[in-house]
T-cell receptor, first 112, second 113 residues
Framework: KAGVTQTPRYLIKTRGQQVTLSCSPI?????VSWYQQTPGQGLQFLFE???????NKGNFPGRFSGRQFSNSRSEMNVSTLELGDSALYLC???????????FGEGSRLTVL | QQQVKQSPQSLIVQKGGIPIINCAYE??????FPWYQQFPGKGPALLIA?????SEKKEGRFTISFNKSAKQFSLHIMDSQPGDSATYFC????????????FGEGTQLTVNP
């Protein structure tokens, strides 16, 4: 069974630009969540989607948004990039009624 | 109230040693406590998890000890191996919070041969 797939794996942007990251969950997993990982703040929850609806949202500004498609694939978007947005963005999927999150390898974003 | 505090930040042990990583939480509504292991360049992977109705859970060489009254839990790695060298994260969540985990700061474990 294929794991969680994230694309792109690495990208470099400049301040003010926007970025879209993509995530394909494990087949059969309908819940997709996103996390930001930085050395200073650690792993922080961004949001969770299920059945194309945002189910939960972390404490991030409105520049961070996401969506989920009918095939459970998800995208997250960050607009008006800031230097502090440089991070590893992790996507995770899970089966409902289980606690285990399956993480992808992440998309490493560098903002110059 | 949402914080999970983890210690130590880094830990070095010899092969065969028993590293212990500790976590403390504040929110008594948390009812699910997983530990994740992360290797460089990879996403975190679930190692073991516990719910507050038990005080200990063992899976292979990994054991979680849970103290509900103290709001603390810890990970013990028996007979540690160099391949266990990784970053370990404790986390906590509420069943009603879905995939929203509150993570500790992480512990970088090095097991020397």
């Amino acid at each position: 069974k294929a794991g969680v797939t994230q694309t792109p794996r690495y990208l470099i942007k400049t301040r003010g630009q926007q970025v879209t990251l993509s995530c394909s969950p494990i087949s059969g997993h309908r819940s997709v969540s996103w996390y930001q990982q930085t050395p200073g703040q650690g792993l922080q929850f961004l949001f969770e989607y299920f059945s194309e609806t945002q189910r939960n949202k972390g404490n991030f500004p409105g520049r961070f948004s996401g969506r989920q498609f009918s095939n459970s694939r998800s995208e997250m978007n960050v607009s008006t990039l800031e230097l502090g947005d440089s991070a590893l963005y992790l996507c995770a999927s899970r089966l409902l009624n289980t606690g285990e999150l399956f993480f992808g390898e992440g998309s490493r974003l560098t903002v110059l | 109230q949402q914080q999970v505090k983890q210690s130590p930040q880094s830990l070095i042990v010899q092969k065969g040693g028993i590293p212990i990583i500790n976590c403390a939480y504040e929110n008594t509504a948390f009812d699910y406590f997983p530990w994740y292991q992360q290797f460089p360049g990879k996403g975190p992977a679930l190692l073991i998890a516990i719910r507050p109705d038990v005080s200990e859970k063992k899976e292979g060489r990994f054991t979680i000890s849970f103290n509900k009254s103290a709001k603390q839990f810890s990970l013990h790695i028996m007979d540690s191996q160099p391949g266990d060298s990784a970053t370990y994260f404790c986390a906590a969540s509420r069943e009603t919070s879905g995939s929203r985990l509150t993570f500790g700061e992480g512990t970088q474990l090095t097991v020397n041969p």
